[in-house]
């Protein structure tokens, strides 16, 4: 838990990613490790408790964690190089991550905030749907009900702001779904989130950027809700 407010991002943090970016080994990280500490991982601790406070009012059972050894809400820094052909150990963005049900946190619905050294941006939803949870999505999705409630949330929150409907990765209806199905569009869908970007570096780095996302996704909690009742409905 933190011990101190929230009081937004310092500009040290986007100087960090910047010449992080252009000085991506261990040797660099390593000589600038406290400023990381100091810039970027202590206020994300004071933002993880203040925004998954705020958020508990949305939904009340989200998830938080303020540890920072990559098993609470802050994701580690360091990439995984095992299977990529680009080597560089650290990455130049950072997530958050405020998550709802029980499992690995990767594979449930949530709240996702991210940023770089450019701003920040907000994502609702589930960024990869697993197997189980896919196939209950596409039925879902073809049912009247559930299809039509969908349907009906997308359409809500795109009304309430400039949120893009994201996860689309497919080009052609999955097998076994009629072509012409009416909410084919939405059945090209292996994830599902809503995004805010646009977030800028002078709202990164004000105490207001707790409201600024809590605003983003009390518009976005629809689609939250619909993704967690149906990853129960697989669970139970």
């Not at 994201?166 to 090209?188: C, N, T």
Request: charge should be neutral; include cysteine.
């Amino acid at each position: 838990m933190s011990d101190q407010p929230f009081s937004g991002f310092p500009e040290e943090a986007q100087r960090f990613l910047i010449q992080l970016a252009d000085n991506n080994d261990r040797d660099w990280f390593n000589a600038h490790k406290q400023l990381y500490i100091d810039s970027i991982v202590t206020p994300s601790i004071a933002f993880v408790q203040a925004m998954g406070e705020r958020l508990q009012f949305l939904s009340p059972h989200i998830q938080y964690d303020t540890r920072t050894n990559g098993q609470g809400s802050l994701m580690r820094i360091y990439r995984d190089v095992r299977f990529s052909k680009d080597k560089s150990p650290y990455k130049s963005w950072i997530g958050i991550r405020f998550w709802e049900g029980a499992g690995k946190k990767s594979e449930l619905p949530g709240m996702f905030f991210g940023f770089d050294a450019g701003g920040g941006g907000i994502h609702v939803g589930m960024h990869g749907f697993p197997k189980p949870l896919l196939d209950a999505y596409r039925d879902a999705v073809a049912e009247e009900e559930r299809g039509s409630e969908l349907e009906e949330i997308v359409r809500s929150v795109r009304e309430k702001g400039p949120y893009a409907i994201e996860g689309k990765s497919y080009k052609q209806v999955p097998r076994g779904y009629d072509r012409d199905h009416p909410r084919a569009d939405l059945l090209l869908h292996n994830a599902l989130y809503a995004s805010a970007t646009g977030i800028t570096p002078a709202q990164m780095a004000s105490p207001a950027l707790v409201d600024i996302c809590v605003d983003h996704c009390q518009n976005m909690a629809p689609l939250h809700r619909w993704l967690v009742k149906l990853n129960r409905q697989v669970g139970a």
